[in-house]
């Protein structure tokens, strides 16, 4: 009874986990098999599930084109160089913020530097041109970018890097420095390893900001300097609306984030938890 | 050579913690610091090591000032009581940490971290993780890392105590037989009065504001300068009481103020007494100085001999603690753990007279030393 209960309960389970799946999937299977058909198919009024023929020589039409390719180097280029000045910067506030917190500031500064994610972005948009547009002359370069989303990703970085420091304990530090190590060497000896799987997850999140951003590209960077997010609407825009290049170029673009994904899940899970756990 | 001096130690925040402490641990002397928690012993070492900045006073190490230098410039190791292991390193890596500060050359290293790994019975664990060694494995890693350091002061901050009790009877003996120890000067700090009393060259007993008694065990259990001193040292802890020295048939007294035991002053102390004015006192008889007195026994002399009503028995192996009333004053004694006393039980208790310390009610001071 108990047992034919349990399988009931079991199998209902996973059909619905089943069907969840499916419809979570079928948006980037759609994606996959557009990515690949003619534009004569894709734009049939009855939708085709399976491409007549797989066109691989989209591929071609993609990456022929220079900037298709250079997009995507340069938003390879701000999300890195990004979130390595958002990480490296964000540690030394967050272990400042931890360690010496009367001396930074304390717990109001530390919020006030959460609370400069808490605005609508779109609030500062004309004034954030009108300032780089001053400052560095044109906007139009890798720089602007990768200045400006520090806005964005500091905050964060700061904030996440000061709970895993306070969480990392202070006497390992003080072992080092009884082992005669001076302070600076003691960080990089003791405190930094042990914040290693919270950083992992701060740059992940950093990094797909950065990847993903729309609204401040769109309106600071274009000809010099294309990212994904704006290289994509290209594809439809003109005359020609080709639909399976857009989705294969974006299919190219997602694809980071996620093996960048698989492969700090362990530290992301870990990470996370760190702050959860133990805060 | 490596003598620690220690002069006008003053530390405190809200309150004072440590108040003038002036304290001189000579090369090769085993010094341990015992007192109750928070009572500031971590403090203590935490400013020797340089981990906090004295308010007043003078560090001195083999005749010089080192009260400002920073901690990783001070000659010290320090063994905490967390043990401070290293999770993300082996415990080779975690022994060797120190000579790795000093950026000695890779071979050097490795011998003289495994020379201690062998010495400490851990050279089979080097590979290993912190988090994958016992709790007195752990212990050794510490004890390891500090030992190879080399330093001109060991700071040990209870090393043992939180170790099971075989454990700890094992690395007891080894702080008596490493050689290493002897050449330095060593603070050991602790909270348990036999680990003090077993390791201790000399010991300080730590009150509010620093050490209120410097001396020998010997010294520090028999002689108690203050109730203070006299309370936190033996376990089951002394019995104390409240009383007045009255005289009764020409003979002294001691009147318990809250129950009607009465116990005659030791001729012995009566002297002492007499030059002081203190009528009030604080009576103080360690629980192995009562013994029950069996039905029929010759009664020797000095001892005071009593009617009392068991409350709790406690066997503990080798002896048992007797908890009893006593004319309406609670007791505690010792006996043997053969005799199962029950609750309620009659039986008649020896107060060994000449054993009692007598301490001023007010200042605490012992008045018949």
């Known amino acids: ?160 890097m000061m709970v895993f420091f306070r969480d990392a304990p202070r006497e390992l530090e003080e072992a080092a420095y009884l082992d005669g190590y001076s302070p600076l060497r003691a960080f990089f000896k003791v405190t930094l390893p042990q914040v290693v799987p919270g950083m992992m997850s701060v740059a992940l999140l950093c990094w797909i900001f950065a990847w993903n951003e729309y609204l401040f590209a769109n309106m600071l960077v274009g000809s010099n300097v294309a990212v994904n997010t704006i290289q994509m609407p290209g594809f439809v825009q003109g005359a020609q609306k080709l639909w399976n290049l857009a989705a294969l170029f974006s299919l190219v673009a997602v694809l980071p984030p996620v093996v960048l994904f698989m492969v700090l899940r362990r530290y992301m899970v870990r990470g996370l938890s760190l702050g959860v756990v133990k805060g | 050579m490596a003598r620690l001096e220690i002069e006008g130690l003053c530390k405190g925040w809200d309150f004072p913690v440590i108040d003038r402490m002036d304290l001189t641990v000579e090369e090769g002397e085993f010094f341990v610091v015992v007192g109750p928690s928070g009572i500031g012993k971590t403090t203590l070492l935490r400013l020797i090591a340089g981990l906090e900045s004295p308010n007043e006073g003078r560090i001195i190490l083999g005749g010089n000032d080192i009260s400002r230098l920073p901690p990783y410039k001070r000659p010290v190791a320090m063994t905490f009581e967390s043990y401070a292991l290293y999770p993300h390193l082996s415990v080779f890596e975690n022994i060797a940490s120190p000579l790795r500060a000093r950026r000695l050359p890779k071979a050097e290293i490795e011998q003289r971290v495994k020379d201690v790994a062998r010495l400490l019975k851990i050279d089979q664990l080097l590979t290993r993780r912190p988090a994958e060694v016992s709790g007195g494995q752990k212990q050794r890693t510490a004890l390891g890392r500090t030992l190879v350091a080399e330093p001109e002061v060991f700071l040990l901050d209870e090393p043992i105590s939180h170790l099971d009790a075989k454990i700890r009877h094992e690395l007891r003996a080894q702080f008596h037989t490493l050689e290493a120890l002897r050449r330095v000067a060593n603070v050991y700090v602790t909270h348990d009065y036999a680990e003090a009393l077993s390791l201790g060259d000399r010991i300080g007993v730590m009150g509010r504001g620093g050490l209120v008694q410097i001396g020998s065990a010997h010294e520090v259990f028999e002689k108690p300068q203050t109730l203070f001193v006299a309370e936190h040292l033996g376990q089951p802890s002394i019995n104390v009481l409240d009383c007045e020295l009255t005289a009764r048939d020409g003979v002294l007294h001691a009147r318990h103020r809250e129950s009607l035991l009465t116990v005659p002053v030791a001729q012995a102390h009566v002297q002492r007494l007499n030059g002081g004015n203190a009528d009030r006192v604080s009576y103080g008889i360690r629980p192995q100085h009562i013994a029950v007195v069996a039905d029929g026994e010759v009664v020797r002399d000095g001892l005071h001999v009593i009617d009392s009503t068991v409350t709790l028995f406690e066997p503990l192996g080798t002896y048992a603690i007797l908890i009893t009333e006593t004319a309406g004053a609670t007791i505690t004694a010792l006996s043997s753990p053969e005799h199962r006393y029950t609750q309620g039980e009659s039986i008649r208790l020896g107060i060994d007279t000449a054993e009692a310390f007598f301490f001023d009610a007010v200042n605490g001071k012992n008045l018949v030393l």
């Open chain 1, 1 to 160: 009874m108990r047992d034919r209960h349990y399988k009931l309960v079991a199998t209902l389970m996973f059909v619905f986990l089943g069907l969840w799946t499916i419809i979570s999937l079928f948006p980037y299977y759609f994606q996959f098999i557009t990515s690949f058909k003619g534009i004569e198919e894709v734009n049939r009024i009855t939708p085709t599930f399976w491409p007549d023929e797989f066109l691989w020589s989209n591929l071609d039409l993609v990456f022929s084109d220079e900037t298709n390719v250079a997009a995507l180097l340069d938003t390879l280029l701000i999300a890195s160089a990004n979130t390595a000045l958002a990480v490296f910067l964000g540690s030394l506030a967050g272990y400042a913020l931890a360690r010496f917190p009367r001396q930074a500031g304390g717990e109001n500064m530390a919020f006030w530097i959460l609370s400069n994610r808490m605005f609508p972005p779109v609030a500062i948009l004309l004034p954030m041109f009108r300032a780089f547009d001053t400052v560095l002359g044109s906007t139009d370069n890798h720089l602007s970018l990768i200045i400006l989303y520090l806005v964005f990703n500091m905050p964060l970085a700061t904030w996440l």
